[in-house]
C-alpha cells in the first residue's frame, strides 16, 4: 500500500458542496491530529519567517526562507509569494524547521518584471491556480527522478499564465498571476464564502462539472482551515473558463477516482526541509506527499489535461459562457 492510498483510506468522502460549476467533496477524518508547525503565510506577514531574494542581483528559480522560530513551519505547495524582484510561487510542500535559514525552489508567475518593489517577500494567502499547479507538480516530479533537482518547467509555468490571460480575457502589464486574480475578485470570493469547512473536514476533493480534478489532504483539520480558501480559489479560477454543462460527479465516482492512485508507483527523496517527499506519476496523473515521523503532513494528487490545454474547444466554451453572463 502506498502512502496515497494509505492516507485516503483513512478519510471519507462528505457530501457535495457546490457553487456554480465547482463542487468540493468534503473529506473528513474523525481524529486529526494536533497541529504542531505554523502556517507559513501568517509567520511570513509576522515577519518570523523572513523570504529574500538570494542576493542583489536576485535568481529567478531560487529564495532564501529564513524560519526564526522555534517550530517548524509549513509551506504549502503553490504559496504565491508578492515582491522583492517578482512574484513567485513555491515549487513543493515543505517543512521548514526551526531556526533555520534554507533555499527554496520557486517558479516566476510575473514574466514582466525583474527590479525592486520590497526586500522581504509576503503573502496575501493566494496560491497558484490549479491547472498550472499540477502541471508544474508533474515536472518537477520528473526532475527530481531525471536530475534529482526540485526546479519546475518555467516556460511551461509562463505558457500555462498567458493561456490563462487570453482564456480569461485577463490582461497584465507584466503577466502577472496576482492581476489575474485580481480582475475576478467579485466572483472568486463568491464562490470561497459559499464553501465553508465541515466540522471533520481535513481535505478536499474538487470537480469541475463532472470532471474530478483532484485533491488536498492534510494531517490536521487547523491546517486544512487555513489553507481551504486559497484552495478553493485555486480551483475556481479554473472553473470560470468552463459554462455549466452537467450535474457533478457522485460520491461513488469520487471513491473509483481515489482507487486510481493505489496503483501509482511511488519514488521516495529526502525532503528539502524536514521529512520524506514522496513522488508518483503515470500519463494520467500526479501526485506527492510530505511525510514527516511516519505521518502525512500534506497529500495530494490530481488528473493532467494536457491534452485539453490551450484546446479551441475550452476557448469555445469560455466564449459562449462570457456571452450568456453579459447577456449578449
Same mark, same amino acid.
Given at each position: ?143 527530481? *527522478?531525471?536530475? $534529482?533537482?526540485?526546479? &519546475?518547467?518555467?516556460? /511551461?509555468?509562463? %505558457?500555462? #499564465?498567458?493561456?490563462?490571460? !487570453? ?7 507584466? *503577466?502577472?498571476? $496576482?492581476?489575474?486574480? &485580481?480582475?475576478?475578485? /467579485?466572483?472568486? %470570493?463568491? #464562490?470561497?464564502?459559499?464553501? !465553508? ?21 492534510? %494531517? ?109
Amino acid at each position: 500500500m502506498n502512502i496515497f492510498e494509505a492516507s485516503l483510506s483513512q478519510v471519507s468522502i462528505g457530501f457535495p458542496i457546490s457553487m456554480q460549476n465547482l463542487t468540493m467533496f468534503p473529506l473528513e477524518a474523525e481524529i486529526s491530529e494536533k497541529e504542531n508547525y505554523l502556517d507559513f503565510s501568517e509567520q511570513v506577514n509576522l515577519g518570523t519567517v523572513k523570504v529574500t531574494e538570494v542576493d542583489e542581483s536576485g535568481s529567478v528559480p531560487t529564495l532564501f526562507v529564513e524560519n526564526k522560530n522555534e517550530d517548524a513551519v509549513f509551506i504549502l505547495d503553490g504559496e504565491h509569494l508578492i515582491g522583492a524582484k517578482q512574484d513567485r510561487i513555491v515549487n513543493l510542500s515543505i517543512l521548514l524547521p526551526a531556526l533555520k535559514k534554507i533555499e527554496i525552489p520557486v517558479s516566476c508567475v510575473e514574466q514582466g518584471r525583474w527590479s525592486y518593489t520590497t526586500e522581504h517577500f509576503f503573502s496575501e494567502g493566494k496560491m497558484h491556480f490549479n491547472r498550472g499547479r499540477r502541471s508544474r507538480q508533474r515536472s518537477v516530479s520528473e526532475s527530481m *527522478a531525471d536530475r $534529482r533537482t526540485r526546479s &519546475s518547467n518555467q516556460s /511551461e509555468v509562463w %505558457n500555462d #499564465i498567458s493561456d490563462k490571460e !487570453r482564456l480569461l480575457g485577463a490582461h497584465s502589464r507584466t *503577466a502577472s498571476m $496576482r492581476d489575474m486574480y &485580481s480582475s475576478f475578485e /467579485e466572483i472568486l %470570493n463568491l #464562490i470561497k464564502e459559499g464553501m !465553508r469547512p465541515t466540522p471533520n473536514q481535513v481535505g478536499s476533493l474538487f470537480s469541475i462539472n463532472e470532471r474530478i480534478i483532484g485533491f488536498d489532504l492534510f %494531517n490536521s483539520r487547523d491546517t486544512l482551515n487555513k489553507h481551504l480558501e486559497k484552495l478553493v480559489e485555486s480551483m475556481a479560477v479554473d472553473a470560470l473558463e468552463y459554462r455549466m454543462e452537467t450535474p457533478h460527479p457522485s460520491r461513488e465516482e469520487a471513491r473509483l477516482f481515489f482507487e486510481e492512485f493505489s496503483a501509482l508507483e511511488a519514488a521516495k527523496y529526502p525532503a528539502l526541509g524536514l521529512g520524506e517527499d514522496v513522488r508518483a506519476y503515470s500519463d494520467r496523473l500526479t501526485a506527492s506527499a510530505l511525510v514527516h515521523k511516519d505521518k502525512a503532513i500534506h497529500v495530494s494528487g490530481f488528473i493532467l489535461d494536457s491534452n485539453i490545454r490551450g484546446s479551441s474547444e475550452r476557448r469555445r466554451s469560455f466564449e459562449q459562457m462570457r456571452r450568456s453572463r453579459s447577456g449578449n
